[in-house]
């Protein structure tokens, strides 16, 4: 099994960027599946969740400016980030069941 995290980059302060997690040897509609983030010197913390129904749930640091979504048919799950700050500026990792993903660094310059 593999995740794979991927869409990071340098964007400016107030721009978008959509992160992709893609997995091969399992369905990832099967499972809920996690976004968290590590910034350089502090501790991970949880960002976005999307259930196996759809629901989904976000830390309040991100609400209205995150959103999560699942391509079923692609075996992907979507962060679609807008409004980005420079306190966003972090590795990015999804992970699923007891599986995860090499990270996407995401940078956000002010």
């Known amino acids: 099994v593999q995740l794979q995290a991927s869409g990071g980059g340098l964007v400016q302060s107030g721009g978008s960027l959509r992160l992709s997690c893609t997995a091969s040897?399992?369905?990832?509609?099967?499972?809920?599946l996690d976004w968290f983030r590590q910034a350089p010197g502090k501790q991970q913390e949880m960002v976005a969740v999307?259930?196996?129904?759809?629901?989904?749930n976000y830390a309040d640091f991100v609400k209205g400016r995150f959103t999560v979504s699942r391509d079923n048919a692609k075996n992907t799950v979507y962060l679609e980030m807008n409004e980005l700050k420079p306190e966003d500026t972090a590795v990015y990792y999804c992970?699923?069941?007891?599986?995860r993903g090499q990270g996407t660094l995401v940078t956000v310059s002010s």
């Open positions: 040897g399992i369905t990832l509609s099967n499972y809920a």
């Open positions: 992970s699923a069941g007891p599986w």
């Open positions: 999307i259930w196996v129904g759809g629901r989904t």
